[in-house]
């Protein structure tokens, strides 16, 4: 179980960031494609994806120096960011962005009627895996220019957890002080 703070819904043709330095929701880019996430996508507050995700990560030369990325399934539809919700992991994609550790937790909002019960990313339909999987490996494409990502597989619960603790360690070790 963790918190996810949402910056786009299903229904955002903008892709928006946390602005670091004000901690305000800013406009990243707008999306290029007609392409919109297929789930609630955002990230899980006190994470770093620093030194300890990327050695979780074959072939990569960092992480990406952002809070760990994740998804979540609700069946109820969440029509605005700028939230926090608890949800539950099940499983995360492992994505490389430009030699970057990128990867993408999936999980399933806490106490959702339909997709709740789910413990494991097998358990999700295989077509809606695809579909994140297509968005996350299309989102950033720009005509005429080689992919920047790649996607090299899915992983389940055990490996999405030790993604948290790493990013959770890697944010103890950029971003918290000793007294």
Not at 36 to 47: A, D, E, I, K, S
Request: glycine share 8%; charged share 25%; proline share 7%.
């Amino acid at each position: 179980m963790v918190n996810a703070y949402i910056e786009i819904t299903p229904f955002d043709f903008m892709k928006y960031e946390v602005d670091k330095a004000t901690g305000y929701l800013r406009v990243d880019r707008p999306q290029r494609t007609s392409s919109t996430p297929p789930c609630l996508y955002g990230f899980v507050p006190q994470t770093y994806c620093g030194e300890r995700v990327r050695r979780l990560a074959e072939g990569c030369d960092r992480g990406d120096g952002d809070p760990l990325d994740i998804c979540v399934i609700s069946e109820r539809p969440i029509n605005h960011s700028e939230v926090l919700l608890r949800a539950v992991v099940v499983g995360g994609l492992k994505i490389i962005d430009r030699g970057e550790a990128d990867d993408k937790i999936i999980a399933v909002l806490e106490g959702d009627y339909v997709w709740g019960n789910a413990t494991e990313v097998e358990e999700l339909p295989p077509a809606f895996l695809e579909r994140i999987e297509h968005y996350f490996s299309t989102y950033k494409l720009v005509a005429n220019e080689p992919p920047k990502i790649t996607i090299t597989g899915r992983y389940g619960y055990a490996q999405a957890a030790a993604v948290i603790r790493a990013s959770i360690e890697d944010y103890r070790e950029n971003f918290t002080q000793a007294p």
